[in-house]
């Protein structure tokens, strides 16, 4: 069965600090991988994605996250927070075989910046 | 573009009672996904839905069931309600079933049992 890791489970950091989040998951086959965030009091919205192409994906509000395909990874990076970043952050991966949409979660890091 | 719609947004039923609860998907959207999140188990995989038909469903017992309408609008429904069914219930809407395409969740329905 698949599963996700999020190696971290709270995460504490001054403004300006470099941030990542670690992802592991587990499936042999060809998967969508995505972070989500959820800011307090607000619906989960995608940060970024990556389906195929440059193992590098770009999203919004600074965060990129690498696809590391031999250690089933996809770390997500930030290299200067800020105290809008506190919140609370999801890998996610969805198996494309079955052609389902069906997200596989991680636990969730919260995330909390002091300014 | 509206995003995706869940109504109503709070609830509070007592056990043994079911409830129907309801997702509008961003135009145009053909699945519907749903989802529990609770802070004990996270968020998990509840069923998917897509040109009317359920075409994946996770662990969970036979009281939670869903239906899509023609007009790709989602209802999910709990019988018998137990005290550990409060969570929040998410819907997700995608443009396509799998491939390259990514959910859009809505704000999501607060479930209370007591």
């Known amino acids: 069965a698949q599963s996700v890791s999020q190696h971290n489970h709270h995460v504490i950091l001054s403004e300006a600090a470099s941030l990542e989040l670690g992802c592991n998951y587990s499936?042999?086959?060809?998967?969508?991988l995505f972070w989500y965030v959820q800011y307090p009091g607000q619906h989960l919205q995608l940060l970024l994605k990556?389906?195929?192409?440059?193992?590098l994906v770009k999203g919004i509000k600074g965060f990129e996250a690498e696809f590391i395909k031999s250690k089933f990874s996809f770390n997500l990076r930030k290299p200067s927070v800020q105290w809008s970043d506190t919140a609370e952050y999801f890998c996610?991966?969805?198996?494309?075989?079955?052609?389902?949409?069906?997200?596989?979660f991680g636990a969730g890091t919260r995330l909390a910046v002091h300014p | 573009k509206a995003g995706v719609t869940q109504t109503p947004r709070y609830l509070i039923k007592t056990r043994g009672q079911q409830v129907t609860l309801s997702c509008s998907p961003i135009?145009?959207?053909?699945?519907v996904s749903w989802y529990q999140q609770t802070p004990g188990q996270g968020l998990q995989f509840l069923f998917e839905?897509?040109?009317?038909?359920?075409?994946n469903k996770g662990n969970f017992p036979g009281r939670f069931s869903g239906r899509q309408f023609s007009n790709s609008r989602s209802e999910m429904n709990v019988s018998t309600l137990e005290l550990g069914d409060s969570a929040l219930y998410l819907c997700?809407?995608?443009?396509?079933?799998?491939?390259?395409?990514?959910?859009?969740f809505g704000q999501g329905t607060r479930l209370t049992v007591v």
């Open positions: 997700a809407s995608s443009l396509w079933a799998g491939r390259e395409t990514e959910a859009f």
């Open positions: 499936y042999g086959g060809t998967v969508n």
């Open positions: 990556y389906f195929s192409g440059d193992p």
């Open positions: 996610a991966v969805n198996a494309r075989s079955g052609g389902y949409n069906k997200l596989i």
């Open positions: 135009s145009g959207h053909r699945s």
């Open positions: 839905y897509f040109s009317e038909t359920q075409r």
